[in-house]
């Protein structure tokens, strides 16, 4: 038995060492990864990133030459001329060792961005020398070269890959750029391309000696690509410009494709100054201004209540419910009581209807309308939820599904909102009847109010709000080319569109008319509240408008929302007027509009939310800010001298 023990032991114990050793030599490479990582350096080939362009094929976002100074700590002399080094790159001694050892934390032996973003000429400088420095090498990149000075929010901007982002994504390494914001986030997989890898051999001494085994693991770099976004650029263009010393957001969209058309926020800024080296420093100044909030996409996340524009709602659904009829009637003698010590003010008097209760936008009949609907059933709790299942077939309440990285839901209320503020019960139509009017706990973006016109136009039916329009060589989402059906039978809305039109040829637009272009429209008021010394203050009331053009066969739908700007036909109306008109004609005719909207300033309205006077209103409002639609930009917060634009040469396409 012993003389059999003993050699067992020997076979088995060899046999383990034999399988170990070809586990380790065949099966497992990570040892012999390790190794050669040791003797084979990485050099990535950084694609060109896609080029963006609008509906019409205008060049919007290209690309310009960039360059990173990376660093591999590990490959440092220690005779290297740190003064030399940092005289050649304009940074001081000390940031030369933070960023070192910033660069060795990542890792000692593999490239981190110590530089980034040198243009030709401070590149040149360093390139002369670079032979000077071992450890440190250049990496070429592809910076965005704005064509444009307007549509930020749009773009959105391009940034160094974060640790979390690598950890997560095993794509991007230290110092890889990506896409933040806008359609550089959305489209980054598409726009970014593939990037290339080539793997270089070094002998014992470090020093490079050749492609790794004769380039055979090497890849090439692909391109990004281009892509047509639905953006109409000269509408883009001239929304911003509208919008200059106002607060809010415009959305339009083509009713027959849900294509947007424009998307303006206000104020803005010039999407060039995150580009280059002062990046980061811009971004900081823009991020920390919380009295303009530059960086907030009031048309995707601004949550408002509707006001008026939601009575078109209010209409469907009773007409839907059978409730009303167009020729139903209801009194106003300038607003509504609807219970004691209650009552909801009016503009309109006398008898009202479908058609004339739009046109005046009077409260007293939609407020009528919308208890009808919820009185008709013996729950209230049921009739909100079927009220709310009708208007949130328009898209409303939830998110919309577009392609863009930002948004709001809105609130359209259910029973479970009232059972939450009324735990023990006793509310009614009477209770929740501000839901009529667009007040209450009613709350849409402007986004969702554009889409909300477009389904109007097409007469019960949208597609989700999109902003891609073409992608070289690929197919939009099916998501996009499919139709949307509300809960509304179609037979409704004609005679809801007829009052539209009647908004501008005898209601509250008159005044806004655009000679041979038939526009529907209606004008809005919401009431504004905000704490200032811990007391909840009215302030000067939104302004909004929403329309859609022509009457038949309409082309466009626009919402327009502008916070303190008072009454709905003061100044939202005359902005959906002009870009309408910019939109359908490519000119404009009513200049008298056009002028009375550039000269509009609310600078006033809002220094009273920032606890400035007139006179520092103006006064603080630097001609050369970087907030594209400048509104009170105290000089403590963005410095006149602050904000510098990079620009570097531009390498075009063919």
């Known amino acids: ?112 961005v110590f530089l980034s973003q040198l243009n030709k000429s401070e590149f ?5 020398k670079i032979r000077k420095f071992d450890g440190f090498y250049f990496q070429k990149r592809s910076l965005r070269d704005y064509e444009v000075d307007y549509g930020a929010n749009i773009f959105g901007f391009i940034t160094q890959v974060n640790e979390r982002l690598i950890a997560k994504n095993p794509y991007y390494n230290s110092g890889d750029l990506i896409g933040q914001q806008g359609v550089e986030q959305s489209y980054e997989e598409v726009l970014r391309g593939i990037k290339g890898v080539k793997y270089i051999q070094k002998d014992k001494y470090n020093r490079e000696i050749g492609s790794y085994k004769n380039g055979k693991y090497d890849t090439i770099a692909v391109a990004g690509e281009d892509i047509n976004i639905t953006i109409d650029a000269e509408l883009q263009k001239y929304g911003e410009e509208l919008m200059i010393n106002k ?80 020729h139903t009637t209801f009194m106003c003698h300038h607003g509504f009581s609807y219970g004691r010590g209650r009552f909801m003010k009016c503009h309109g008097f006398g008898p009202h209807q479908l058609n004339n209760g739009i046109y005046n936008s009077c409260n007293t009949y939609f407020a009528q309308s919308y208890m009808l609907t919820i009185n008709k059933y013996n729950n209230p709790g049921k009739a909100v939820d079927i009220w709310s299942d009708h208007v949130k077939s328009f898209g409303l309440g939830q998110f919309m599904g577009y392609d863009l990285p930002t948004g709001k839901r809105g609130n359209i209320p259910t029973s479970k909102t009232y059972k939450k503020i009324y735990p023990n019960g006793g509310w009614r139509s009477t209770t929740i009847v501000s839901n009529s009017i667009g007040q209450g706990e009613v709350l849409m973006t402007p986004i969702q109010l554009a889409n909300m016109m477009a389904t109007v136009a097409n007469q019960g039916y949208y597609y989700t709000p999109h902003i891609i329009k073409k992608i070289e060589g690929k197919k939009i989402d099916a998501k996009f080319t499919t139709k949307h059906e509300t809960t509304i039978d179609k037979k409704y809305f004609p005679p809801v569109i007829a009052g539209l039109f009647d908004v501008y ?134 410095p006149k001298t602050e904000i510098k634009k990079t620009k570097v040469d531009t390498t075009k396409k063919n």
């Open 1 to 112: 038995m012993r003389k059999v023990l003993l050699p067992s032991l020997i076979i088995i114990a060899a046999s383990l060492l034999l399988i170990r050793v070809f586990y380790l030599q065949i099966i497992d490479d990570s040892f012999k990864l390790k190794s050669e990582n040791n003797a084979i350096k990485k050099q990535y080939d950084y694609p060109e990133r896609g080029y963006i362009y609008d509906r019409y094929g205008k060049l919007l976002v290209a690309n310009q030459a960039s360059y990173d100074i990376m660093v591999i700590p590990r490959d440092i002399k220690e005779n290297l001329n740190v003064d030399e080094f940092c005289t050649l790159l304009n940074i001081t001694k000390e940031d030369y060792e933070k960023r070192v050892a910033k660069a060795r934390v990542y890792s000692p032996r593999l490239p981190s």
């Open 247 to 326: 607060r809010g957001g415009i959305v339009a969209i083509e009713p027959k494709t849900g294509e947007i058309l424009a998307l303006v926020t206000a104020p803005s800024y010039d999407p060039g100054i995150m580009v280059g080296r002062q990046k980061s420093k811009n971004y900081t100044l823009l991020y920390h201004d919380s009295i303009a909030k530059p960086l907030y996409d009031r048309g995707l996340l601004a949550e408002y209540p509707p006001g008026s524009p939601f009575k078109i709602l209010t209409g469907l659904v009773a007409l839907q419910e059978g409730v009303i009829d167009e």
């Open 124 to 128: 040149a400088a360093f390139q002369e």
């Open 505 to 638: 040829n005898k209601g509250t637009a008159y005044a806004l008319k655009v000679e041979g272009i038939d526009i529907c429209g209606k004008t809005g008021t919401a009431e504004n509240y905000t704490k200032i010394g811990g007391v909840r203050t009215k302030l000067k009331d939104h302004s909004i408008f929403v329309a859609f053009a022509p009457k038949d066969n309409p082309k466009i739908a626009i919402a327009i929302m502008i916070e303190n700007g008072g009454f709905g036909a003061t100044v939202a109306g005359p902005i959906a007027s002009l870009m309408i008109e910019k939109y359908l004609r490519k000119k404009i005719t009513r200049t008298d509009l056009e002028t009375r909207v550039l000269n509009k300033s609310l600078a006033v309205e809002y220094a009273k939310l920032g606890g400035m006077n007139e006179a520092s209103a103006i006064e603080t409002t630097p001609k050369d800010s970087v907030l594209k639609a400048k509104i009170i930009v105290p000089k403590a917060v963005v």
